[in-house]
């Protein structure tokens, strides 16, 4: 008696082994939408933000601002500054799915 249940245990941690190594990769991962963390690299000012002429948003004090409705692809990124002082940077980027950081000169 003890045989027979012995063997139904192993074959069954068995089969739950043989079939979770095989099903593994069956798995369907979704791309995750791209995050774009825009950042100023040479100024700690406000700055206006506009991918491909579309206005996205203002950063913070410190020039960083994250962007979450940008699509895959390359992209024209412009920042100008809030002042009187005028200043202008951009930045040609390719965007993918996943993180991505967009570091802005101005001048």
């Given at each position: 008696?003890?045989?027979?249940?012995?063997?139904?245990?192993?074959?069954?941690?068995?089969?739950?082994?043989?079939?979770?190594?095989?099903?593994?990769?069956?798995?369907?991962?979704?791309?995750?939408?791209?995050?774009?963390?825009?950042?100023?690299?040479?100024?700690?000012?406000?700055?206006?933000?506009?991918?491909?002429?579309?206005?996205?948003?203002?950063?913070?004090?410190?020039?960083?601002?994250?962007?979450?409705?940008?699509?895959?692809?390359?992209?024209?990124?412009?920042?100008?500054d809030?002042?009187?002082?005028?200043?202008?940077?951009?930045?040609?980027?390719?965007?993918?799915?996943?993180?991505?950081?967009?570091?802005?000169?101005t001048y």
């Amino acid at each position: 008696m003890k045989k027979k249940q012995f063997f139904k245990i192993f074959l069954t941690i068995t089969m739950i082994t043989v079939l979770t190594l095989f099903l593994n990769g069956c798995l369907v991962i979704l791309p995750v939408a791209p995050i774009v963390e825009i950042n100023i690299a040479n100024d700690n000012w406000t700055y206006e933000i506009y991918v491909d002429g579309s206005y996205f948003g203002t950063t913070d004090s410190s020039g960083k601002l994250t962007l979450y409705t940008v699509t895959p692809g390359y992209h024209h990124f412009e920042a100008q500054d809030t002042s009187f002082l005028g200043r202008y940077g951009d930045k040609w980027q390719t965007i993918k799915n996943g993180y991505n950081k967009v570091n802005i000169n101005t001048y």
